[in-house]
């Protein structure tokens, strides 16, 4: 996500100036340091291992359950 945002900053600012430039990296550090405050260093790796068919089924019915804050929305057909 970080190369993205930079990427994105980067084209905005060829394109407007920088003028807004310190409200987004001051919102965006504020991000990164909740994140950290909540979850620590984070990385990615490869899942080792097989498929687990219990948790994907698990999670198909918390999916199917969940209900938006919002509402719940019906599928339009």
Known sequence: MREIND????????????????????QSEAIDEFMAERFGE??????RGGHDAAG???GE?????????????????
Not at 42 to 47: G, H, I, N, R
């Open 61 to 77: 019915v918390a999916v199917d359950n969940a209900r938006l804050n919002a509402g719940h929305l019906t599928p339009q057909r």
């Open 42 to 47: 984070m990385t990615s790796a490869p899942l």
């Open 7 to 26: 990427a994105v900053l980067a084209e905005v600012e060829a394109e407007q100036g920088s003028s807004f430039l310190p409200m987004l990296r001051s």
């Open 56 to 58: 994907w089924a698990s």
